[in-house]
């Protein structure tokens, strides 16, 4: 099956990008993981052992409006659920902070990619492992 390209490493960007603003704490560990979970396969990455987690974090907080999502929700909901979700966020980000530091590998190059890195392969899934490379100039 043929795939864009541009599109792939559109989304890699993207999930890149939010991972950085997670372990930054500028957007919640449960948000994270909604938008990685989202772009998985348009980033062809459903196959990279460290995405499950993610999948698993968006599955399991998927009733809780966090994010974007609290705008779908009666404005008293979120405050009434709150302790729900802070419960729920330091899970997640116990969950999938070290699969983000997994996917975040710094390499020194002038661009910033994401490769298959057969050093990080899978050891008991089998499952594949996707670099993303944040080039740092030098």
Do not use: Y
Not at 8 to 26: C, D, F, P, Q, Y
Not at 100 to 115: A, R
């Amino acid at each position: 099956m043929s795939w864009n390209q541009s599109e792939v490493i559109g989304a890699r960007w993207h999930i890149l990008e939010t991972i950085k603003r997670a372990l930054s704490e500028n957007i919640s560990m449960i948000e994270a993981a909604r938008i990685v979970s989202r772009c998985r396969f348009k980033a062809k990455l459903e196959d990279d052992v460290d995405i499950p987690p993610f999948v698993g974090a968006d599955s399991e907080t998927d009733a809780l409006p966090v994010g974007h999502d609290q705008v779908h929700w009666q404005a008293q909901a979120p405050a009434n659920l709150q302790p729900e979700i802070a419960r729920s966020e330091t899970w997640a980000r116990d969950v999938a902070s070290d699969c983000c530091q997994n996917l975040l590998v710094v390499h020194h190059s002038d661009f910033d990619v994401l490769i298959p890195s057969h050093s990080r392969m899978g050891k008991f899934s089998g499952g594949r492992r996707i670099s993303m490379l944040r080039g740092t100039p030098g």
